[in-house]
């Protein structure tokens, strides 16, 4: 099983509420990551989880929070987000973290649209 | 500065014919991997291939072969026989495996399109 999943593939949502991004996969792979793409722009690295501890936060606002409860699960808390947060959100995993060759397998991703 | 250059927004190709996208890097760091995705409308992020920093010879997958320039800094993406089912946007991506980031850090991208 080579395959990551998001959930869900759409999500509108209005600035006051909480919602949750979720992010699977079950290749024994112990890193885990977050980007944010807005549309027709690379994707932005935002967190990078290793061995379920969080090791890069790239400055990420604090209404972005995540979570890895544990070595197959990703999570993204929205709170209080803003339109400008309105974005394909990916997530993706590999193997680890050492070394040039760690191919990332990404998810489909998450648009999000913020009302 | 940008880590990771492509110079061309757009390219155009006719069907069957070969096309190269350009990808240019800058890194200190010696150790580092090279990445070409490619992604659809639809978003999913595809990976088609992969170049090692110390890797002698250039890398092929089927219709993809990276040429890469070490001296130069570039790993130019040639796919062959292009197809209607190419037409895509193609992301270079860099990962550093001493130093730096461990995470891919991506060009701004080469949107194709392939005409019949």
């Known amino acids: 099983d080579t395959e990551v999943t998001q959930t869900p593939k759409h999500l509108v949502m209005g600035m006051t509420n909480k919602k949750s991004l979720k992010c699977e996969q079950h290749?024994?792979?112990?890193?885990m990551y977050w980007y944010k793409q807005k549309a027709k722009k690379p994707p932005e690295l935002m967190f990078v989880?290793?061995?379920?501890?969080?090791?890069i936060n790239e400055s990420v606002p604090s209404r972005f929070s995540p979570e890895c409860p544990n070595s197959s699960l990703l999570n993204l808390h929205l709170h209080a987000l803003q339109p400008e947060d309105s974005a394909l959100y990916l997530c993706?995993?590999?193997?680890?973290?050492?070394?040039?060759?760690?191919?990332?397998?990404f998810g489909p991703g998450t648009r999000l649209t913020v009302l | 500065a940008q880590k990771i250059t492509q110079t061309q927004p757009g390219m155009f190709v006719q069907e069957k014919e070969a096309v190269t996208l350009d990808c240019t890097y800058d890194?200190?760091?010696?150790?580092?991997?090279l990445f070409w995705y490619k992604q659809p409308s639809s978003g999913e992020m595809i990976f088609l291939i992969y170049?090692?920093?110390?890797?002698?010879q250039n890398a092929t997958e089927g219709r993809y072969s990276l040429n890469f320039q070490k001296a130069r800094k570039s790993a130019n993406l040639v796919i062959s026989a292009s197809q209607l089912g190419d037409s895509a946007m193609y992301f270079c991506?860099?990962?550093?495996?001493?130093?730096?980031?461990?995470?891919?850090?991506f060009g701004s991208g080469t949107r194709l399109q392939v005409q019949p």
């Open positions: 993706a995993s590999s193997q680890g973290l050492a070394g040039s060759y760690n191919e990332q397998f």
């Open positions: 290749m024994g792979h112990r890193a």
């Open positions: 989880y290793s061995y379920e501890k969080l090791s």
């Open positions: 890194t200190s760091d010696p150790s580092y991997g």
């Open positions: 170049q090692g920093s110390y890797d002698q």
């Open positions: 991506a860099m990962r550093e495996g001493a130093t730096g980031r461990r995470a891919l850090t």
